[in-house]
């Protein structure tokens, strides 16, 4: 089997798997041994997550060369949008008078609500404004929490190209450091800004689906396992498609050598900062997911630990691939959990909720020592080019065998010439 | 026809002056030698020609359209392109995905299936068919100088610029070097050849340009200017 087809099958056997793995979890009323309970199907919604996130950072680190560490900020621009929607955001059929008001087709008004404080308690406008203003009977509807997330999306890709062309002149440390000020920057206005988005105690966020769907209620483990599932994979196929497309190789040319690539005609300045809207996008829509699965996103999520982590995920698994990076995320996100359980040895207890995190951290600096490409990209690698080094020398002998066949022709046909010529008749 | 006129270029980094009042044009297929000592400019005019740098004054313009307010691509699209003095492979992606880059950055709807036999008769050209999947990591530096012609030849320029094509290269490597310059100037592109090997300069080229601390102190045929008074003086030596 060629390694294309190999990709394909194996991608489609994965694809199934995690397609029907909710079929074994304890709420569908999975039996046997192999039941996952709800825990279990947190952990592979973080998973996916994790992933989107690992794998967007490979195509902006991995392939175009990109050492940003604001990825995690993106992230929180989803988060935060589609939070900040939730909490401000209103549709109702009357004008409120006290909050700004914007009118919409069909007799509809969008009312942004401003939160006041009305001796110890802090009361929107639009609480006012019912007991004041609104006529009775006026409808008050909750922005959808799809729009919140492409609102989140969209802020994500603004944010991206801002970012992506103020860091085009900057390389490696620069760029690194100006990202981890980026995110600094973020955590700390949102840290600061307690009225807006209630600093360090997080924003709450309503429910993935807040009504329930499809039999399944609102707490429930499996419509956001399908939701992240889907975006994950929505997110693989993007980046498959780019990665194989002339967005790919000029991006990893880029990497290589961005004068070489731009005097060879590559429009860099496109293709620098069209990667970074494409990868802040996606996570800014991971973002928004998590934080409305979870239902609450703090600053915390913006700590450099946190962006470690993801960088961490795509380097164990694989930098340089969005594959080994995202299974590298989902294998680490499941081991430093089962990591969590303590260890006795003699009458030495190991808390491993701490010592974890040691390990994870060993695991990545002998990873960068003695296998820079990952733990799963060198696997990949001898799939797919397996058999290059035995066709460059098969080409190189066949070459050279048809030199010496074309040389010796000559020969022949010289010293047939020559017998044939007059002078050799005697 | 080709034709690319550089008017008065200046350019100053801080107050040292590297290039002064540089003006020439190339008509043509022609095949030009620059030469100078160490720091006569020469890298620096070709950055300038190719878009890297701005000059401080004056203009380029190419087949009548000012390229010196382009970016490198842009100057690339309009038909100039250029070797690095330093190989500049890319050398993490494979020999056929560094020739496709040029080909594909040249036409935006081309799919890289287009240019694979386009890619594979440059290989066979360039003698290095045989790597064509192998990492640009693992060529040779004289592989890697002709994996940086080939490039070229992908994105057929109507002029090229080599920096030291022939430095560090092996006699059997510099012949097809030497031949792909010839093949492709008979084709009818324009060559401008920054070189130290004078015996290769002169033989190959059919008019010289010296560059002596950013002044161009000869422009013409190689026989003239190897007897140039000026350029004895300067660079060959006053008594070749």
């Keep these: 089997m060629n390694p294309a087809a190999l990709y394909r099958v194996s991608g489609s056997i994965a694809v199934i798997i995690l397609v029907l793995l909710p079929l074994a979890s304890s709420e569908m009323g999975g039996v046997g041994p192999f039941v996952l309970n709800s825990y279990f199907m947190h952990l592979a919604i973080t998973a996916f997550f994790y992933a989107i996130l690992a794998s967007s950072w490979s195509l902006l680190a991995g392939y175009a060369g990109q050492f940003s560490f604001g990825h995690m900020a993106f992230m929180a621009i989803g988060g935060y949008t589609s939070g900040l929607i939730g909490k401000f955001i209103r549709f109702t059929t009357a004008p409120s008078e006290l909050c700004t008001d914007i009118p919409l087709p069909g007799n509809w008004w969008l009312v942004v609500l401003n939160i006041r404080r009305v001796g110890t308690i802090d009361e929107s406008c639009l609480d006012m404004a019912k007991a004041e203003t609104l006529p009775a009977g006026t409808l008050i509807v909750f922005p959808p929490v799809w729009a919140s997330i492409a609102m989140g999306l969209v802020m994500g890709a603004v944010f991206g190209l801002l970012v992506g062309w103020l860091v085009l002149r900057l390389r490696s440390t620069y760029l690194a450091l100006f990202t981890i000020g980026f995110s600094e920057i973020l955590r700390a206005s949102i840290s600061a800004e307690i009225p807006i988005t209630e600093g360090q105690s997080g924003l709450e966020l309503v429910p993935l689906f807040p009504a329930g769907i499809m039999g399944f209620s609102s707490t429930s483990k499996i419509p956001p396992y399908y939701a992240m599932l889907f975006l994950f994979l929505f997110a693989m196929a993007l980046m498959t498609w780019l990665a194989g497309s002339r967005f790919g190789l000029f991006v990893r040319a880029i990497r290589e050598d961005e004068e070489a690539a731009a005097a060879l005609g590559v429009n860099i300045v496109r293709y620098k900062v069209l990667v970074f809207v494409v990868t802040s996008t996606l996570a800014a829509a991971a973002g928004a997911l998590q934080g409305h699965y979870i239902g609450i996103i703090t600053p915390n999520t913006l700590i450099i630990l946190q962006m470690s982590l993801v960088i961490a995920m795509a380097v164990i698994g694989g930098l340089e691939n969005i594959y080994t990076a995202s299974v590298g995320a989902i294998i680490i996100t499941f081991v430093l959990e089962l990591l969590r359980t303590n260890v006795e040895i003699g009458p030495i207890l190991i808390d491993m909720t701490l010592w974890r995190l040691v390990f994870f951290g060993l695991l990545l600096m002998l990873t960068l020592r003695f296998q820079r490409n990952g733990l799963l990209f060198p696997i990949l690698e001898r799939i797919s080019r397996g058999g290059v080094a035995e066709e460059t020398v098969s080409i190189r002998v066949e070459e050279e065998e048809l030199v010496e066949d074309e040389a010796g022709v000559d020969v022949e046909a010289e010293e047939e010439e020559r017998a044939a010529s007059p002078g050799n008749s005697k | ?240």
């Design chain 2, 1 to 240: 026809m080709l034709e690319l006129t550089a008017n008065s270029i200046y350019k100053n980094f801080g107050g040292l002056e590297v290039l002064k009042d540089v003006s020439f044009t190339v008509e043509g297929p022609e095949l030009i030698g620059l030469i100078g000592p160490n720091g006569a400019g020469k890298t620096t005019l070709t950055n300038i020609l190719d878009g890297a740098l701005k000059p401080t004054s004056g203009t380029v313009y190419m087949n009548g359209e000012r390229i010196d307010t382009r970016p490198p691509y842009g100057v690339a699209r309009a038909g100039l392109g250029r070797t690095f003095q330093v190989t500049r492979a890319f050398r993490r992606m494979t020999v056929l995905e560094n020739l496709l880059i040029p080909a594909m950055a040249m036409r935006a709807t081309a799919r890289q299936r287009d240019f694979e036999e386009k890619a594979q008769e440059v290989l066979e050209f360039l003698t290095i068919a045989h790597l064509r999947n192998e990492y640009a990591r693992a060529l040779s530096g004289g592989q890697q100088k002709l994996l940086e012609l080939g490039r070229l030849l992908m994105l057929d320029p109507q002029m090229i610029i080599l920096d030291e094509p022939f430095a560090g290269v092996h006699p059997r490597l510099m012949e097809v070097i030497y031949r792909y310059i010839t093949e492709i100037n008979a084709q009818g592109k324009a060559f401008i050849i920054i070189s130290h090997d004078m015996d290769t300069i002169f033989t190959l080229s059919r008019r010289l340009l010296v560059l002596n601390y950013g002044d161009l102190i000869a422009d013409g045929d190689p026989e003239v200017v190897r007897e140039d008074p000026e350029v004895k003086a300067a660079y060959l030596g006053e008594d070749e």
